[in-house]
């Protein structure tokens, strides 16, 4: 068995690598099925985000505490019915709070049980790290997840509908771009989301390399290279 | 077609609210497994053998939970017959066909976090319907991702060779092509009338 490194120390990037290097949306590509689906308003983005991270946040934390009773062989599905006794609380509660986002968010709510992102972190870090290594790492996922979720929730509904959270934005004569709020424009915002992240990366790895071949000439001629390609 | 009817839920199942294009249940695979059109269609294959399971199994549990007044524990009976159907397809699939288990590989296991199987079961027992309407929106539903990831496969088999700027490549061109596809299958709105 792999050494544990239980005794890692909480460095502030446990919290930020679910914020942006490894953000579970747009690097990972996991969770992918809700991310698509309820993203058609800032306010349900918002709502699912909370839930998620919620889950998350809980069924890590539990999956911490008992990584030493559960054994190896039917770890998946015990995890499984940890995160759907969650998700089962969650569900519950949202009915409660506000019949209005149950209605919205319907049985996306129940399907955050399936979602990759949960079982990946419960597998590749839940079960191998100290609670509070756990904690923070989990806050830094959810928080990251529910970052993702807004940046389409807010493109798609200021597309879409021309409001945001539900006040206009562009006031009478926009003509909201209804394909938006449907199943595609789904699909294509995220897909723009995820070239703009690619174009970012692959121009800061240009700038990089164009300093390091050549450091003594200074950036005049790196920047000349980029513009050059 | 009447609304209840066993032909309308299949077309609605498989083609009009299109599993994967218009609900988005199961992107991941999807984006995952559609690089090859021969391990997408055994892919599709597996998760609707999966989905036919398991819907008939959610069905039964649903009756019993229901007479016992036990309905919270839905989500928890459902996702454990759906990881215990997924282990019967992985088990039985090494046997007769290990070339094929090869080359779904880690994608097999991972059916069990496959969103449109407890999709299925999920919306199944939300419309209330009955044994054999769940048996035909489970067929429906598999034909419909099925027919999803196949068209995905061949499209990006034939992206393979198009000159494509780099930064597009992988899940961004992927993503835009099943944006196109959802575009597509979206004049099927009206099929239902």
Known sequence: MAIKPDTQPITPDTFLSGIWRENPVFVMLLGMCPVLAVTNSVANALAMGLATTFVLLCSNALVSLLRRQIPKEVRIAAYIIIIATFVTVVDYLIHAISLEVYDALGAFIQLIVVNCMILGRAEAFASRNRLSNTLVNSLGMGIGFTIALLCLGSVRELLGAGALLGYPIFGQSFEPWIIMLLPPGGFFVLAAWLLLFAWLKESQQRRKQAAAAAPQNGGKLGGASIHAR | ?193
């Open chain 2, 1 to 193: 077609m009447h609304a209840d009817s066993l032909g309308f839920i299949f077309l609605n199942a498989a083609i009009i609210n299109n599993f994967v294009l218009a609900l988005f249940l199961g992107i991941c695979p999807l984006l995952g497994v559609s690089g090859k059109l021969n391990t997408a269609f055994s892919m599709g294959l597996a998760t609707s053998l999966v989905m036919l399971i398991s819907s008939v199994s959610a069905w039964l549990i649903n009756e019993i939970l229901t007479h016992f007044e036990l309905e919270f524990l839905r989500l928890i009976a459902y996702i454990a017959v759906i990881a215990s159907a997924v282990q019967l397809v992985e088990m039985s699939l090494k046997k007769f066909s290990p070339a094929l288990y090869r080359a779904l590989g880690i994608f097999l296991p991972l059916i069990t976090t496959n969103c449109a199987i407890l999709g299925v079961a999920l919306f199944q027992t939300n419309y209330e319907y009955s044994f054999v309407q769940s048996l035909f929106y489970s067929l429906g539903a598999g034909t419909g991702f099925i027919i999803a990831i196949v068209l995905m496969a061949g499209l990006r088999e034939k992206l393979d060779l198009a000159d494509v700027p780099s930064i597009a490549r992988g899940a961004a061109m992927s993503l835009m092509l099943a944006g196109i596809l959802s575009l597509a299958f979206m004049g099927f709105a009206g099929l239902g009338g």
